[in-house]
């Protein structure tokens, strides 16, 4: 894994992202806004539990989908 690569969000994982969590803090957030955690297979679960639970948790999406959803059209 290069230096660059993202990491899972979960406190001392150093594993690569294969998931991210979209979440906000109603309290905090407007309701289109979206911060994300990075999880890797391990923690998936762990971490969306913690940001559903508070009803933070907006959207789990595979990494790489998340990746091609920002990614300038081609063409």
Do not use: Q, Y
């Not at 992202?17 to 309701?31: D, F, I, M, R």
């Not at 911060?35 to 679960?45: D, G, M, N, V």
């Not at 971490?47 to 999406?61: C, E, N």
Request: hydrophobic residues 45%; charged residues 30%; contains cysteine.
């Amino acid at each position: 894994m290069s230096e660059d690569a993202p990491i899972c969000s979960a406190k001392g994982c150093r594993a690569a992202a294969a998931w991210v969590l979209a979440w906000n803090n109603p309290k905090l957030h407007t309701p289109e806004r979206r911060k994300t955690w990075l999880a890797c297979a391990e923690h998936r679960e762990h971490l969306a539990r913690f940001l559903d639970v508070r009803g933070f948790l907006k959207d789990v999406v595979p990494f790489a989908e998340w990746e091609a959803r920002d990614a300038p059209p081609t063409g």
